[in-house]
Each structure stands twice: as C-alpha cells, then as structure tokens.
C-alpha cells in the first residue's frame, strides 16, 4: 500500500502543503495534483461541484500523481467516512466537532477492528492494493483530521487532541472567527484568532497530534506555518479560476484601451 505523503512529511518533522478541490471536476483535481501538493482535499461539504459520484472519479484522477486525495466529508458521519476511505482518499477533514466524544467517533470511523469500528468491505481501495495488505496497513496510513470552528470546540481543544484515532486539528478559521465575534475577513490580523490559534498548537503538540489550519491563501498559509502548523490549504481551484479570468479580462481590457478600441 502506498505510504501517506503527509504522515511521512510529519514523521520528518516537515510540514505539508494542500491544494482544494470544490469544482469536483476530475481534470481539474489532477491538474491540481499535477501542480505539486502534498494533498488535494475534495470539498464535499461546501463545494457545490462535488458530489458523491464526483468523489471517486477525482480520487482516481488524483491517485495517477504522488499526491494524496483527501475528502472534508459533510458532517460526522461513519456512513460518509466509510465511503470516502473506500473509494480511495488517504485522510478525511470532519467537520464540526466539538467534543471529545465526537472527535473519537470520527477518529475511530477511520480504523479498522480492534482500534475502530470502519467495515470491511470489497472497496475501491482493498481492490486496488490487495484486501490483505490494504487491511494490513490503512490503520497507519489513514488521517483523521477533526475540525475546531467554535468556541465549544475551542474550549474542549485539550481532550478533543488526545481522543482516540485522531491525527490532527484542523482550525476551520472562518466558523471559528464568527462564532469567537472576529471579523471572518480580518481574523488573520485579530489577535483573538490568533491566540486561538496558538492554544490549539499548543493542545495538538501536548497531545502528540498535528496542528493544521485552513490558510488564506500562501502568505496567510505562510505564517499559519510559522506558527507551528504542519499543514495548510494554499489555493483552491474555483478561485483560483475566477482570479485568472478576471485577470486576463482586465489585461485585455487594458490593452484595447491602449489601442483606443471602443470596449464596453
């Protein structure tokens, strides 16, 4: 079975790098793997273009490169998490978890018997490593990853990262910074965010656990990682499209004004 690129960049006290998938379109979640991420995270709770069937054809897509597919699945769902770990993804994002109790359901959703409750069945990804080895070893290569977006959350931040199964927190910055009263456009400038931040670092290394942060683009990512995170999104695809296209408008915009050509 392949090795997890994020555990092995973890376990070489290196942090990783994610791209973000929402469009669900295959060719752009390779293209996006093609770019050179650590992992690219297929957005099933708010990216509209993903779907359930979207989901295997991007994990596939993305399996032909040495990235790793991840999934946000769209609530804590064993259903949603067995689903996403048998087409193929290598970790999931859970979001909304508030508890100690429901970062161990997740964590635990991840893992076969006798660490977990995940079934076994004749899926995607026992059938394109060999059931045997594929058993043998997804309990060490799957990540679980559970999301801290709310002061409930916040304040159970200690036994949220010791619970069983759990690999990482990833800091949902936007529901976090509404629910904390922070502005979700200038969190990354509140100190409030930011000593948030820091208390998470500081349960997650405690606990032995990675902390992980959703970035705002590389020089928010940047210094997320400064902070001691050991893993953020970067870029996204639907932006990064919209951003291009209205860049290349408005520099065809500017070149007609140039030739004083009559545009719009």
Known sequence: ????????????????????????????????????????????????????????????????????????????????????????????????????????????SCRYAPTGNRSIGSSRAALANGQDDYVKYANDEMLCLVMIETMQALDNVDAIATSPGVDGLYVGPSDLSLDMGVSISGWANDERHLNACRRIVEAARKAGVAPCHHGAGPDVSADMMAMGFMLCHVVGDVRTIGAAATASLNSFTAAMNQRNIPFR
């Open 1 to 108: 079975m392949k090795k997890n690129r994020i555990k092995e960049l973890w376990r070489q006290g290196r942090p990783a790098v994610m791209g973000w998938c929402s469009s669900g379109n295959p060719y752009i979640a390779e293209v996006m793997a093609h770019a050179g991420f650590d992992a690219v995270t297929l957005d099933w709770q708010h990216g509209i273009g993903v779907t359930q069937g979207s989901i295997v054809s991007c994990i596939q897509a993305i399996g032909n490169t040495d990235t790793m597919p991840m999934v946000r699945v769209p609530k804590n769902d064993p259903d949603y998490i067995s689903f996403v770990l048998d087409a193929g993804a290598y970790g999931v994002i859970v979001p909304m978890v508030n508890t100690p109790e429901e970062a161990a359901a997740a964590g635990l």
